[in-house]
């Protein structure tokens, strides 16, 4: 067994990777220059926020600081009082808000929508306000750009306003690290002049870069003109790697997440990623397989495949963790990226895994297993007259999802199918730090393996040079 075993209980198991007819330990032995050269770039940013070759979008050298997000410490990005503020940020929705709106997208808004399926499941904003311990409703918004969604959801607010009879207040966050995003600041636009015309009582947050380059950006020249408080998405921090900051943990603020905890576990995490021996650093085995399998191996593809409900949110921001960071052109002038794709288990066994087992030989099938869920619930004995139903009947629904994904594993495996398994001990805020703060440091070394620029994203500057005068050709035929 191949498999490398935190203390904490986490463990990276990438037996089915380097099976007969995977990766060999020839492949790895052949890379040890280049991991070298990780270890060396991953103390260089950790001591001095330099990754050699990374430019900001204006062409200027920019510090690399996620490393130090796990550090609750004087001068760090997150310093005690940035941790009070949110703690004080919380007890104040807690008293005195009903619903919260996020506006934000993609690194503004997936991380924020991890913590709250963890922490708040599916039926939050169906609960009472005593079962959510007074903390407020969530929605999500700015994720698109999607009118139908948003009118429902000012009909929503209304609706909860008209319910409650008055004495009903809203808190808009609006999450942009540029500050000018249009899919989050129309959709807040929108949802404020609904609020407004509704006269549903508001209140407003802004969580931006105060400024781009020299220039203030839009949000944080709004925020100071209207006398909203600011938090800030840290210089330094891209927003795929921003959960670890205000932009993630303010959502974990506002409903209640141990948002300590969650950083206690990245730290943890952050010190098992620091050694230089492979078999023992989780992120640095992740990056380097992935990269061997991608690179020698033809499996570009990969399918991250977390076991339950409350995790495909936890796919999505793996997505753009992926794709963003590493799809691009390389220092020699190549192409590298690897296509992320969303599945959970055990749902997408009936409607991906035909093809997972199938398909192309080019994937590996990343699972994620909960080892214990929070709930024991079990199948009862109630048609054990059918003996398809006995087969299942006095197991814990937890136990049936595992052992699919067992089955599942052990399927793909047969077939040469390269397929690896995070385990968490439990699904809570210190387990999920470390899973996330894993992948980070897995993409990082995977940047420095692969040789391309892990902290910036030329190509989505493509279309947004097209789309503002097409927008502004919009206007001018109005
Ligand atoms: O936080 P912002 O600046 O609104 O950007 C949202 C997202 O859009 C992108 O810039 C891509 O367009 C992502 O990198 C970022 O996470």
Not at 174 to 183: A, F, L, Q, R
Not at 397 to 411: C, G, P, V
Request: charged fraction near 25%; charge should be negative; hydrophobic fraction near 40%.
């Amino acid at each position: 067994m191949k498999k490398i075993t935190l203390s904490s209980g986490f463990s990276f198991d990438y037996t089915n990777i380097m099976m007969d007819g995977g990766v060999v330990q020839q492949d790895i032995e052949e890379s040890f220059e280049r991991i070298a050269n990780a270890v060396k770039a991953s103390e260089r940013v950790r001591r001095s926020g330099v990754v050699d070759g990374h430019l900001s979008k204006d062409g200027e050298p920019e510090a690399v600081l996620f490393p130090q997000l796990p550090y609750i410490e004087e001068g760090n990005i997150n310093s005690p009082a940035v941790l009070h503020r949110l703690e004080a940020l919380g007890k104040h929705a807690q008293a005195e808000i009903d619903a919260v709106v996020s506006f934000g997208i993609g690194g503004s808004y997936l991380g924020g929508k991890v913590l709250f399926d963890v922490h708040c499941g599916e039926f939050w904003n169906s609960m009472s306000a005593e079962e959510r311990n007074q903390y407020p409703r969530l929605y999500f918004s700015g994720n698109n750009v999607d009118g139908d969604r948003t009118e429902a959801l000012i009909d929503q607010l209304c609706r909860e306003a008209q319910a409650k009879g008055g004495n009903y207040k809203v808190m808009l966050i609006v999450i942009s690290k540029s500050g000018s995003t249009i899919e989050p600041m129309s959709n807040f636009m929108v949802v404020e002049q609904g609020l407004r015309e509704a006269g549903i009582d508001y209140e407003v947050i802004a969580v931006t870069d105060p400024h781009e380059g020299e220039k203030e950006t839009l949000l944080h020249g709004l925020a100071v003109e209207k006398n909203w408080p600011i938090f800030s998405v840290p210089d330094g921090v891209g927003g795929r790697f921003s959960v670890f900051t205000e932009v993630g943990l303010i959502i974990g603020a506002v409903t209640g997440f141990a948002i300590r905890e969650f950083l206690d576990g990245a730290k943890s995490m952050d010190e098992a990623c620091q050694t230089g021996i492979v078999t023992e650093n989780p992120a640095l085995m992740n990056a380097l397989l992935k990269y061997i399998a991608a690179e020698k191996y033809g499996r570009n593809i990969e399918i991250m495949m977390p076991y339950g409900d409350n995790l495909k949110s936890l796919s999505e921001w793996y997505v753009q963790l992926l794709a963003e960071s590493l799809g691009k052109e390389q220092k020699d002038g190549s192409r590298y990226g690897r296509t992320p794709v969303v599945a959970v288990g055990t749902t997408d066994m009936h409607a991906q895994t035909q093809e997972h087992q199938e398909g192309r030989y080019n994937k590996i099938v990343s699972f994620v297993r909960i080892a214990k869920g929070k709930s024991d619930l079990g199948v009862p004995h109630i048609y054990d007259t059918y003996s398809k139903l006995a087969a299942f009947s006095g197991l814990p629904l937890h136990t049936i999802m595992n052992t699919a994904l067992e089955a599942n594993a052990e399927a793909l495996t047969s077939d040469n199918r390269f397929n690896c398994t995070v385990e968490l001990p439990q699904l809570n805020a210190f387990h999920l730090g470390e899973i996330m703060f894993m992948y980070c440091w897995a993409i990082f070394y995977e940047g420095q393996l692969a040789g391309v620029d892990a902290f910036n994203q030329p190509g989505v500057e493509v279309y947004k040079k097209l789309l503002g005068p097409k927008l502004a050709a919009h206007k001018e035929d109005k």
